[in-house]
């Protein structure tokens, strides 16, 4: 079997279990779309990173400034030579999300437990309700990379240059059949359905096994590469609705096939659903790639 582009970035439970004492070096971070239930119970001595309290900022719609981040990171002992394992539920949604935005602020060892917190529990591994306390430090983050996302306007420009989009979310919502997030009407809504002209859909979850980690590489290059025929060397947007889902492929895209140039555009569809003057597609892809009506 391959290995995957940079295998270094994911970890298994196993090599987990062996470092949840190294505090000094590594630092276990919690992140869930659920946010209650790190209180519940949690793998030992690791922290928790709320995405809706600790990474997006109160006011604008967007992530937490550079500062806010120093604090963050501040608060949580990280020092910028932290070794960082995110894990969480959803198959790890929420995990790859704070991936995502500490790379953003230049973190270098960043890392992800392949198969989240469900595989944690399935195996039967330890939790605890004890919050750890780490002595503060003075982190000093780099400014937000750009590199890795999309603004609505770059979004746009893309689309018109025929440039390839990956739309992760259900086929219900790239379809139009929805326009607010699966099995909740009152979630995430917006005032058009469908999806972003020319994107394919393949859903985050066909990137992800049973148990929560991710498929083998063969599997995935048969998805991305052979089914999809997507370019690795191209440059490439994942949407979903809020970025958390196409922060999943992201992570696949970039970190397991090698991705040259790959972007999450996290307005996703709540903004561009919502956005006056944008186009929207509806309906299937038929054999030559046209849309039904």
């Given at each position: 079997m391959s290995e995957y582009a940079h295998p270094e970035v994911l970890v298994s439970t196993d090599w987990v279990a062996k470092h949840l004492a190294d505090t000094e070096r590594v630092r276990v971070i919690e992140s869930n779309e659920d946010v209650l239930l790190y209180a519940t119970g949690h793998l030992h001595n690791a922290v928790h990173v709320d995405w809706q309290t600790?990474?997006?900022?109160?006011?604008?719609?967007?992530?937490?400034?550079?500062k806010?981040?120093?604090?963050?990171?501040?608060r949580?002992?990280?020092?910028?030579?932290?070794?960082?394992?995110?894990?969480?539920?959803?198959?790890?949604?929420?995990?790859?999300?704070a991936f995502w935005t500490f790379k953003m602020f230049g973190?270098?060892?960043?890392?992800?437990?392949?198969?989240?917190?469900?595989?944690?529990?399935a195996e039967g591994r330890t939790l605890t309700t004890e919050v750890p306390k780490y002595d503060s430090t003075?982190?000093?983050?780099?400014?937000?990379?750009?590199?890795?996302?999309?603004?609505?306007?770059d979004v746009l420009a893309h689309m018109q240059d025929?440039?390839?989009?990956?739309?992760?979310?259900?086929?219900?919502e790239y379809i139009g059949e929805i326009s607010h997030a699966p099995h909740d009407p009152a979630s995430e809504a917006?005032?058009?359905?469908?999806?972003?002209?020319?994107?394919?859909?393949?859903?985050?979850?066909?990137?992800?096994?049973?148990?929560?980690t991710f498929k083998s590489r063969e599997d995935l290059e048969a998805i991305y590469l052979e089914e999809q025929d997507l370019d690795p060397k191209a440059e490439t947007i994942a949407y979903c609705r809020i970025g958390e889902r196409s922060s999943h492929t992201w992570f696949v895209l970039k970190y397991l096939l090698g991705f040259k140039d790959v972007r999450n555009y996290d307005g996703s569809w709540t903004e561009w659903g919502n956005l006056v003057g944008v186009p929207v597609e509806k309906g299937e892809p038929d054999d030559d790639g046209d849309l039904d009506d």
């Open positions: 600790d990474l997006q900022d109160p006011d604008v719609r967007d992530y937490i400034g550079q806010p981040f120093e604090a963050l990171c501040s949580l002992g990280i020092r910028p030579d932290t070794t960082l394992v995110f894990y969480g539920d959803k198959s790890n949604w929420w995990a790859t999300y973190h270098a060892d960043c890392r992800v437990m392949d198969g989240g917190r469900a595989k944690w529990e003075d982190y000093s983050a780099e400014k937000p990379d750009p590199s890795i996302r999309a603004f609505r306007d025929g440039g390839a989009l990956v739309d992760v979310r259900s086929p219900a917006a005032l058009r359905a469908g999806h972003i002209p020319g994107a394919s859909n393949v859903p985050w979850s066909r990137a992800a096994n049973a148990d929560g």
